[in-house]
């Protein structure tokens, strides 16, 4: 009988397909486990699923002993999991790309729109009670038609934001190591990275984070963006040098930033705090019922074909060992 330690409280129909497939160890409760916890859990499993702030690292493995067959994250993104430690070991990494798109896409373009129009900072005016009264030049953002959307990494996600672009009369330009499949369907530009910067209205930033896209949005990058431009991060944290970003943000060198993720989450950089024109989230991209639902799903399906010595549907594609 396969056993499958779950590290969080699946919702949706995950938890009775797991258990009519082996013996499923969970958490108590909806919390985050503590570390102590997680190890003790996956000890002797032979499937874990994991959420995205499970460092799936030599440690984590070590405790879960030599029977471990697969790492089944319940995200799209997989930075957390050592992806060479797993090869080594012969154990097999999945995600869950797809199911997850449009929630994603549509939390990027409610910060864009956000962003744009400082809906953040509008809000926070009204809500301090403060005295408001209409004006020509009261709270003017910027439009979105005519301008260009520039999409940093234009897969599954990317590509959906480049479509709400198009029904908001942006243009799409890109930036992406191969030409992107959803080029074609969205008349997509495909630019080098310093010309999208420099000649787009919104940046939307849509790559995994890898050595290669750490930091990829710093100083340097921020300074070639319009003065008007907006920034904005629904994918990991670290894509953005944020320490930098907060200079460009206070000195006016960009008109503003969305950010769902940041560099050292939970913790958000004082900074940012400060600053009227940045719109900040706490990581809910995916965070609908629906969206999380399936991403549950796909994690149990690919769990379940894997204890049946099966193809998973979303293996992660792993270094050679
Ligand atoms: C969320 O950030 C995910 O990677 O699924
Ligand atoms: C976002 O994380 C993506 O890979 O599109």
């Known amino acids: 009988m396969t056993t499958f330690a779950v590290t969080a409280a699946l919702p949706g129909r995950a938890p009775e397909m797991l258990a009519e497939a082996g013996e499923v160890r969970d958490v108590p409760g909806a919390g985050r486990p503590e570390r102590e916890e997680l190890l003790r859990l996956v000890e002797g499993a032979d499937i874990a699923l994991t959420m995205l702030y499970v460092r799936v690292d030599e440690e984590f493995l070590d405790a ?76 003017v953002g910027h439009d979105l038609r005519g301008g260009r959307l520039g999409i940093v990494g234009l897969g599954g996600i990317g590509a959906r934001v480049g479509a709400r672009g198009r029904g908001f009369g942006l243009e799409v330009a890109y930036f992406g190591r191969r030409e992107s499949p959803h080029e074609a369907e969205l008349e997509a530009t495909r630019l080098d990275l310093d010309e999208l910067l420099a000649t787009s209205d919104v940046i939307s930033l849509h790559t995994p984070l890898t050595p290669e896209t750490q930091h990829l949005i710093g100083a340097r990058e921020l300074a070639l963006m319009k003065p008007t431009a907006t920034l904005v991060n629904t994918a990991r944290g670290a894509v953005v040098d944020e320490e930098a970003l907060v200079e460009a943000l206070r000195e006016g060198r960009i008109a503003g930033a969305g950010l769902d993720v940041y560099e050292d989450e939970p913790s958000v950089n004082p900074g940012l705090l400060e600053l009227e024109n940045v719109v900040l989230l706490p990581h809910i991209g995916s965070a609908t019922v629906e969206t999380r639902a399936a991403m549950a799903e796909l994690a149990a399906r690919n769990a379940i074909a894997i204890a049946r010595g099966e193809e998973p549907q979303a293996p992660v594609p792993l270094p050679d060992a």
Do not use: K, Q, S, Y
């Open 64 to 139: 879960a002993g030599e029977g471990l067959r697969a790492v089944c994250n319940v995200a799209v993104g997989f930075d957390n999991v050592d992806l060479a430690a797993c090869a080594r070991r012969g154990i097999v990494v999945t995600n869950t790309p797809g199911v997850l798109d449009d929630a994603t896409a549509d939390l990027a373009f409610a910060l864009i729109l956000a962003a744009r129009r400082r809906l953040g900072e509008a809000e926070r005016l009204v809500r301090a009670g403060e005295p408001w009264e209409w004006g020509m030049g009261f709270m």
